[in-house]
């Protein structure tokens, strides 16, 4: 286990209780990062973890259950069983009823047991969103909702903008809005978090970052597995609710948002706010929708859910006048891979052009590319000469920040940083009620408009719907140094 703790890394011993603590997301996701986070030395022995679950549950069958989830922990180099063993002595498991209240006096008991105004006391609802306001009416008759208590929820926040609205206004019949902590875990990957420090701590980008430099900004999440077990989840959402309205918008907003007064939680949601209100609906031209043909079989019906879909967003305001920002999201496509990438403008007048023929790829402009997954890093593509007496050649190369070469050791998983920001009391990674709203106001009209459309076949292992590649529809132009096949761009000159 770690010895040593930066300051400003150092959280204040919390009590989380997480509802629905022996289910997926709270064996998959919550208690693994806690544990990486005990090992880093986080998550002290002063923490409790309360894991309230209907079915009741023996401390060995919870441990049981966990451990295959915690094995990449428990092979690290510096982890032993016993390390293990006593991160379980931190976990607390109660009985708890959700829908009866049975149980609520034995998590009331055990809350109130170290209740301190410094203290805090952390509700991770891992349960279905129909859940959400059943759960804080049981915490707030159990009399646990204390000024230190905040409120963790995740996605799906509603099906449309009335169903958000409806699950906003549950959580703040008994939280505060300040108290309230809505997960996306894209905000929580350390490149995106480096996407701000690229902007913001660096004059040489900002200076840039306009319409008078940028061609266009594409944004691409895909995916090698289909839906899996999700299925019937996925099919009552699809990919434009499942990644376009959360993920993707919120990577859009990073991109796009003005540089804030302070580094503060409400003056970044506050820029990211007004990014969602400049985004124009797209015409039906610049939606694409596709599903992967063996989807219908793995579903046992019919289905007009789209695995994939790729839009083409235009975001009215000074800054980004006539900058199309291309975003894709898919399921069984050829490569795994999440990725922003800046295109800037070519350069007014080549001094390099007589004697080149035009298939010469010196011509290749200026890329900013940012990969969120897998092999995290920051790539600037320019055009350099190559070494060596015969002339001015030139060749594309690039500058390349590998996270892995340069910082080494393991990247903290998303889950990590933001459950600890949540002991800290930092909202800055969190979307505000107001944000969500946004994004829902923007994206229902497109499943209003799209409803009716049957998505276009594509094979698994290929990029997407061929009429993507073929013109009929937006033109979503890949990078040619990512791992994506390459179609040529329009031009926004």
């Not at 990062?33 to 009741?56: H, N």
């Not at 890093?377 to 190369?397: C, D, H, N, T, W």
């Amino acid at each position: 286990m770690a010895e040593m703790m930066p300051q400003s890394a150092l959280v204040p011993d919390s009590d989380y209780i997480i509802i629905g603590g022996t289910g997926d997301l709270a064996l998959r996701k919550i208690f693994p990062a806690l544990f990486w986070r005990f090992l880093d030395g986080q998550v002290t022995s002063s923490f409790r973890l309360i894991a309230a679950a209907r079915q009741e549950i023996s401390k060995k069958d919870f441990a049981d259950r966990l451990r295959p989830f915690c094995e990449e922990a428990l092979y690290h180099a510096d982890t032993k069983d016993t390390d293990f063993e006593l991160f379980l002595k931190l976990v607390h498991l109660v009985k708890l009823d959700i829908l009866s209240g049975e149980g609520a006096d034995r998590l009331a008991t055990l809350v109130h047991e170290k209740a301190k105004a410094d203290r805090p006391c952390i509700f991770y609802l891992a349960v279905a969103p129909s859940l959400f306001g059943p759960s804080c009416q049981l915490l707030k008759s159990a009399g646990v909702v204390l000024p230190q208590s905040r409120l963790v929820v995740e996605k799906p926040l509603g099906h449309d903008y009335a169903s958000a609205e409806a699950i906003g206004t549950e959580l703040q019949a008994v939280f505060d809005e300040k108290q309230i902590y809505r997960i996306d875990h894209y905000l929580g990957k350390e490149t995106v978090q480096n996407l701000m420090a690229l902007r913001f701590a660096n004059v040489i980008f900002e200076s840039q970052w306009n319409n008078a430099a940028i061609d266009h900004v594409q944004i691409t999440v895909a995916e090698t597995v289909g839906v899996g077990q999700r299925a019937s989840y996925y099919d009552d959402s699809g990919a434009i609710r499942d990644m376009v309205q959360n993920h993707i918008l919120q990577l859009v907003c990073l991109v796009a948002m003005e540089p804030p007064s302070h580094f503060d939680a409400d003056q970044v949601r506050d820029e990211k706010l007004r990014v969602l209100r400049a985004l124009r609906t797209p015409d039906l031209g610049d939606v694409m929708r596709g599903q992967y043909q063996d989807y219908e079989a793995e579903l046992g019906k019919s289905s007009n859910t789209e695995t994939y879909v790729a839009l083409k967003l235009a975001v009215n305001n000074w800054r980004w006048a006539g900058v199309p920002f291309y975003v894709r999201t898919g399921k069984k496509l050829a490569t795994r891979a999440s990725e922003i990438v800046i295109t800037f403008k070519s350069k007014p007048h080549d001094i390099f052009a007589n004697g080149r023929s035009s298939a010469d790829q010196d011509d290749l402009p200026n890329r900013l590319i940012i990969r969120l997954q897998p092999a995290e890093g920051v790539k600037l593509q320019l055009i350099s000469k190559e070494p060596g007496p015969g002339g001015m050649r030139l060749f594309p190369a690039e500058l390349n920040l590998s996270f892995d070469d340069t910082f080494g050791g393991r990247l903290p998983d998303a889950y990590e940083r933001l459950l600890m920001d949540t002991a800290r009391g930092n909202q800055t990674l969190f979307m505000r009620h107001d944000e969500v709203l946004a994004a829902w106001a923007f994206i229902d009209p497109i499943l209003r408009d799209t409803a009716e459309r049957p998505p276009a076949l594509y094979k698994a292992g290929t990029f997407g719907p061929e009429d993507n590649l073929s013109g009929q529809g937006p033109s979503f132009w890949i990078d040619p140094q990512s791992d994506f096949r390459s179609e040529q761009p329009d031009s926004h000159s």
